[in-house]
């Protein structure tokens, strides 16, 4: 907000779309690298989540956004303070009289937020549950992937013709589908399982490609580094945020669910949090206005180092943490 001199709600914007880690390039390292299943497997539910909540998130800001829109009825006064707008929308005059209407909005689409998320996470596990009996009355791969494919856009469907978060949904669809349904040889046979993960690593790596090939289209390299010293303010910012926020909750899961979680291993999760895919969609689809452009700058710089430094950090600290550790 001070150094780069934004708005509120445009840092915050950025917070919420910055915030998604891409766990496919972490995956790959850890393939190599033969880490513990389970560290992996926390990886990738990690991810999952982080989209589902930062698509949530920035969709709310927007919301709050529009709600800001309509202080202009609220008149003027001395105290007025003009507000620039985040997400494109026209600036404002918001009144002081306005701030019990903001905090109202805040607290809309903060139980807005709840309900998008384990409303959407119920639907995604209730379609999960039942595609999972469907899967045992089958031993086709073609016929079982094709299945998977209607779970994930049937929970998409579902949960967003509901108002409900598709994200949401399909995360939790994923996460039963990968720690429950293939875990039995009864339900899935080996042959079903490696054509169906195989099928969806693809996939996903096409769409990583497609944004990406966006970002490398759209970023200019000059305004990079013009906003070099903000980008590396910014991402120092993230993992700091992400260090404040993983020890405490990782010490937390060890004292009181008595799973014990190394503290290489919340080095590799710190590490690991890059930015990729989902922030550089989100950055995009931004309407176009005053903040875009930095906005865009930034993010396409703090993915870009994100990308180059951790995989680095990240490649040699696993292989000297996890040497001999067989999957």
């Not at 909540?53 to 920035?58: D, L, M, R």
């Not at 014990?260 to 950055?283: C, D, F, Q, Y």
Request: glycine residues 6%; aromatic residues 10%.
């Amino acid at each position: 907000m001070y150094i780069a001199r934004l708005p509120f709600l445009v840092a915050f914007a950025f917070a919420a779309l910055i915030s998604p880690t891409d766990a496919a390039i972490v995956i790959e390292i850890f393939k190599k690298v033969k880490v513990p299943r389970i560290l992996s497997t926390l990886m990738e539910s990690e991810a999952a989540f982080n989209d589902a909540t930062g698509a949530i998130a920035f969709s709310s800001i927007i919301a709050l956004s529009v709600g800001s829109a309509g202080y202009t009825i609220l008149g003027t006064s001395s105290n007025s303070a003009l507000y620039s707008n985040s997400i494109g929308f026209p600036t404002t005059i918001i009144s002081s009289s306005a701030a019990g209407y903001d905090h109202l909005n805040f607290i809309i689409q903060a139980e807005h937020f709840i309900i998008l998320f384990f409303g959407g996470a119920a639907i995604g596990l209730a379609i999960a549950a039942a595609t999972h009996r469907l899967h045992t009355l089958m031993n086709d791969p073609l016929s079982e992937t094709s299945l998977t494919i209607a779970t994930v856009f049937g929970s998409v469907v579902l949960a967003n013709s509901l108002g409900l978060s598709g994200l949401a949904a399909v995360a939790v669809a994923g996460l039963y589908f990968g720690n429950v349904t293939i875990k039995k040889e009864a339900t899935m046979s080996k042959s079903v399982r490696t054509f169906a993960f195989n099928f969806w690593e693809m996939i996903a790596f096409l769409a990583s490609s497609v944004a990406f090939l966006y970002l490398g289209i759209s970023m200019n390299v000059v305004d990079i580094l013009n906003h070099f010293p903000i980008i590396a303010l910014s991402l120092i910012a993230v993992l700091g945020a992400r260090a404040a926020t993983i020890y405490p909750i990782l010490a937390a899961t060890t004292r009181f669910a008595r799973e014990n979680i190394p503290n290489t291993w919340k080095n590799v999760i710190l590490v690991g949090g890059m930015r990729g895919a989902i922030s550089v969609a989100l950055v995009a689809s931004i309407p176009p206005s005053d903040f875009k452009s930095l906005l865009q700058t930034i993010t396409f710089g703090v993915v870009l180092l994100s990308l180059i430094i951790q995989y680095i950090v990240l490649s040699r600290y696993a292989k000297r943490v996890f040497p001999d550790v067989q999957l």
